[in-house]
């Protein structure tokens, strides 16, 4: 990844009070590019909403459906800005509009991306100095070389560190099991999505012939997605991104349903800045089963290479280490950030 290329959106309201929202792009996983996510907010979509109140999310979201299917990246741009404005305007954080403060601070995770074992071992290590106590271990290229890169992690980070697993779709059902078997030798806290998306029957297979609980992550792309989910025993934690769900309202219809099976939530994360991060926080300090024992990585700092940013302050991996592992998020108003127009400007000269 050479950059991020994520529109941002701003919603201007006759109360004196803009909202922005983030856009977050991976063409190969959305079904948006930067182009058709301008595009669709510009052309399709914004000018549906113009005049309507911005409190009425239920019904904004409901337009952007009738006038556009899917591209729930560009959705989301808009319904971060929407409730960035109100809760400018009714000076509340995000959160307390969302059920308030369940917790005080969010357990967050580090994804170490795939690599050598020794390699992936040694970022373990470095990023333990900052409070980690949860690393998610991709996987999912080759069998022996997937067993040895969670083996070296393990050897590296001790018994006490939980580990997880994100295959991102890349096995059958019958490597699914044996694979799993083989890690469990290793105490993984979870695998995530095994399967590719649309096997609900063979996530079942997978989760009813392992010990290790199974969460589904590109597979929960909906509300119904993750009561069919639950209905078919497939998965026992589910991995909401609110970018990819259309935003927070959305997100908090997963939850519900998440709530009413007792399964845990993860707040995964995806190439965001510190707009849709904010986002992701105030998402995961509301909602009651996105603490439940599992770290997050969505509502963690940005993008591990990030060398320039759009707001004026940025979460960093310093501030974790002095959280303990944790983030906190403050009361201010809002997604609670503030844009920097020189570095916007910056960045969209640089991409433009
Ligand atoms: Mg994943």
Redesign the pocket.
Known sequence: MAAFTNPIVEVSTDEDVTGYGEVNIVEGITSDTPTTAIEIVENYIGHEIIGKDAFDIEKIAEIMDENVRGNWSAKTGIEYALWDAIGKYLEQPVYNLLGGKYVNRIEVDYTLSMNTPSKMAEMALEMMKYGYKTFVVKVGLSNELDVARLAAVRKAVGPDVKLRL?V?EAYTVDKAIKMIKAFEKYDPEAV??PLPSWDIKGMARVARAVDTPISA??GNSSPQAALQLIENEAVDIL?IKPPYHGGLWNSKKVASIAYSAGVPIIV?GVLQFEISRQASRHFAISTKMANAGYAHEGPGPASQALTGNVTKHVISYEDVRQWGGFVELTDEPGLGFELDWSQVEKHSKSTA
């Open positions: 994100d991102n995530e999505q992550d590109e991995n995964g």
